[in-house]
């Protein structure tokens, strides 16, 4: 069987867990098996991935379940290929923010589909499960301006599926810059519940903006807030960032979710406080499809229960890149889910030699 | 303060320096707990204390170092030798020097300080940089401490910032790739690497093949060195750092590893997978000289030294305000000034506005 074959047909696996879960039916295959014929898949045709595992003394095709798999670290995407086709096929190329070292890691994909079904099940599933066909209001740039974000495809991906708004355009980031009485504009044109996708900085800009002024949007609707400020806005603590959104818009704060994804992966993960009354702000849950896993930052195995460690994160719709990716985002389980902490705080080094982090200060993984 | 005076002073300093060397064994155990270093690491670094210098290099070192009436040297993170060419330069400059040491390393700047009986050298505990009225600050640290001292030092105040670097490594063509491997390793081990002078990326020229040689010739000499002078302790952020930067480069090329240092090899043309310090070097081939520039771009505002086999052919490549020395010499700079010659965003020299 040749990879591309064998590799729609693993995609084909994954995209019947999302379809199971979107029906609401129980999913057609465990976890684990899937896991294991995709880390098999990945040993065979990603050559790095290969090297990682032999590096680590792990056979790929010995795996027999998800954990057992060796986790890629996220540097690999910016110095290495991480991808198990030929690079004639690749349709997409998500790239990561820029560093100060200039290379920007990046994650190819053949075919989206995948990515796409993904994010938009899970999305749906947290944002607007009780939402008919909200629009969509985009405060960042639209897909042709930001061709190679993750979070640009997503943000455009929720538009087309949801719906755009009756008046005016989905986008509200033209040039750079935030097309705030554009916005108003398409808010007060509304007449039923919708959504608004917005990095932090963008939120924080809007903030500034428009002062103790609102933008009421209608009754229901909700905001999806992502990311962190990246040295591109001032930055706001996310109590304060959630409050300021929720009275700007006029809704209720459990409506202001957060949403944690990276360009390196397929699948997001989702705060559950706009559709779960017992969720916790803070709280990520994950789809059945992913994972993420504390574990020790030096030891990579898994942190005891409510220990933090970094996240190992492990998603089954990365068919064709890296099953398990290992981030330097700092994570806690808690009932129901994962908490974010942040960057794991560096002590500060020793000697002159430049730290990695001085180096790679812009470095932090953008989408 | 007159030209000779200036000299004078620099050379009896250089004899405080001597004075310490000789008395090593006092405060060695001293620096290997705040340094981190095996007692070996220290001796080691020891041997990198500068103890001499030509007439010619305490020339080019006052003037370097200009004139100032008062110089307030702080000195925060940076190897453990560090103090002597910091307080030499602010010697140089004046007659009133203060000297503020890092706290977590405070114990050679104070055993110089003692040694040279230098009315004109006061050691100070703390260092408000807002009070300083004239004068010089000569700030070691972090670009983030650099650029706080400037952002509270007064008008009229020139600070001059010495921040954080790196070192690189070129292998030409030409080189006798045991022997390059031999004098890399000499460059890597002092200091377990955490000088502004340690080379952590070696480029090799020709092809993939023999970049590999050279990274197993080196993964070879260090293994030979951990031997002699183990290394010591790395703080948890190191350790993990390690460990991403070998899990990294397995993945995009090969890895050497043993217990106290890795060597990877990067994957040809792909970018630059700079390791973490604690001896762990990336080799990279490049098919000329000519591609050195391009291949280092995105770093070459960090080098502050480039070791090489061939001085002449490697230095036409190497970033202009680097130190281009032999391999085996890059931690061993002449005392004509300060280690680090750049003149960067992330390291300028710069008058206060006033």
């Known amino acids: 069987m040749s990879a591309e074959v064998e590799s729609d047909a693993l995609h084909a696996r994954v995209r019947a867990l999302i379809d199971a879960f979107e029906q609401g039916r129980p999913m057609p295959e465990a976890y684990d098996d899937v896991s294991r014929d995709v880390v098999r898949f990945q040993g065979e045709h990603v050559p790095g991935y290969a090297r990682l595992c032999a590096a680590r003394g792990v056979d790929p095709g010995a795996v027999t379940a998800a954990a057992g798999a060796p986790a890629v670290p996220v540097d690999a995407f910016r110095v290495s290929r991480v991808f198990a086709f030929e690079e004639r096929l690749a349709r997409f190329a998500f790239r990561t923010s820029g560093t100060t070292t200039g290379a920007r890691g990046t994650h190819f994909m053949r075919d989206a589909a995948t990515y796409d079904a993904a994010a938009l099940a899970f999305g749906r599933a947290m944002l607007a499960r009780d939402l008919a066909s909200p629009p969509v209001l985009v405060l960042g740039p639209s897909e042709p301006e930001a061709r190679d974000s993750s979070l640009g495809h997503m943000n455009a991906l929720f538009a087309r599926a949801f719906g755009p708004p009756p008046a005016g355009p989905a986008h509200f980031v033209v040039n750079g810059a935030l097309a705030v009485e554009s916005l108003r504009a398409s808010v007060e044109s509304l007449p039923a519940p919708a959504i608004v996708l917005a990095t932090s900085f963008a939120l924080v800009h809007l903030l500034d903006a428009i002062g103790h002024a609102r933008l009421a949007l209608p009754p229901g609707s909700r905001v999806m807030q992502t990311g962190g400020f990246k040295g591109r806005s001032r930055e706001v603590s996310a109590e304060d960032l959630r409050e300021g959104v929720a009275r700007a818009f006029g809704i209720d704060e459990r409506d202001v979710v957060g949403e944690y994804g990276m360009t390196e992966l397929s699948s997001q993960f989702w705060e559950a406080t706009a559709v779960d009354p017992a969720a916790r702000r803070g709280v990520y849950v994950e789809p059945p499809w992913a994972r993420v896993v504390p574990v020790d930052p030096e030891t990579l195995d898994p942190v005891a229960d409510g220990q933090v460690g970094i996240a190992r994160i492990e998603d089954l719709a990365n068919v064709d890149s890296a099953f398990a990716i290992v981030t330097q985002d700092r994570v806690r389980r808690l009932a129901g889910g994962f908490e974010l902490l942040g960057r794991a705080p560096g002590a500060p080094a020793r000697g002159c030699s430049i730290a990695l982090d001085e180096m790679l200060a812009a470095a932090q993984a953008g989408r | 303060m007159t030209y000779g005076a200036r000299v004078a002073a620099v050379r009896r300093w250089l004899e405080a320096a001597r004075s310490v060397h000789r008395d090593r064994a006092r405060i060695a155990e001293a620096v290997a707990a705040s340094s981190g270093l095996t007692a070996e690491g220290v001796e080691?670094?020891?041997?990198?204390?500068?103890?001499?210098?030509?007439?010619?290099e305490i020339v080019a070192l006052v003037e370097a170092a200009g004139e100032a009436e008062r110089v307030h040297v702080i000195l925060s993170a940076n190897v453990f030798v560090a103090p002597l060419r910091a307080i030499a330069l602010a010697r140089a400059a004046s007659s009133r020097v203060t000297v503020r040491p890092s706290p977590r390393d405070p114990v050679l700047a104070r055993a110089l300080v003692a040694a040279a009986c230098d009315p004109a050298i006061a050691i100070v505990e703390e260092q408000d940089v807002a009070a300083i009225a004239t004068g010089e600050i000569h700030v070691y640290g972090r670009d983030a401490t650099i650029t706080t001292v400037r952002e509270r030092a007064r008008a009229g105040v020139t600070v001059r910032g010495h921040g954080a670097g790196l070192g690189l490594a070129i292998v030409t063509r030409a080189a006798d790739v045991g022997a390059a491997a031999e004098g890399l390793a000499a460059d890597v081990v002092p200091f377990d690497q955490r000088g502004c002078l340690s080379p952590r990326v070696a480029l090799v020229e020709g092809d993939a093949a023999r970049a590999a040689a050279f990274a197993g010739a080196l993964h070879e000499r260090l293994a030979t060195w951990a031997e002699r002078v183990p290394r010591g302790r790395l703080d948890a952020e190191e350790r993990r750092e390690a460990v991403r930067w070998r899990d990294t480069m397995a993945f995009a090329g090969r890895v050497w590893a043993a217990?106290?240092?890795?060597?990877?090899?990067?994957?040809?043309?792909?970018?630059?997978?700079?390791?973490?310090?604690?001896?762990?070097?990336?080799?990279?081939?490049?098919?000329?000289?000519?591609?050195?520039?391009?291949?280092?771009?995105?770093?070459?505002?960090?080098?502050?030294?480039?070791?090489?086999?061939?001085?002449?052919?490697?230095?036409?490549?190497?970033?202009?305000?680097?130190?281009?020395s032999a391999l085996g010499r890059m931690q061993r700079p002449p005392l004509d000034g300060p280690v680090d010659r750049r003149s960067t965003p992330s390291s300028p020299d710069r008058e206060s506005p006033t």
């Open chain 2, 44 to 56: 080691l670094g020891f041997s990198c204390l500068e103890q001499d210098a030509s007439d010619e």
């Open chain 2, 259 to 324: 217990e106290d240092h890795a060597v990877g090899l990067g994957g040809a043309g792909e970018a630059l997978a700079v390791p973490p310090a604690g001896r762990h070097v990336l080799v990279a081939a490049v098919k000329a000289l000519a591609e050195v520039s391009d291949a280092i771009a995105p770093i070459a505002r960090f080098v502050v030294a480039v070791g090489t086999d061939d001085v002449r052919a490697a230095g036409s490549c190497a970033p202009a305000p680097a130190r281009v």
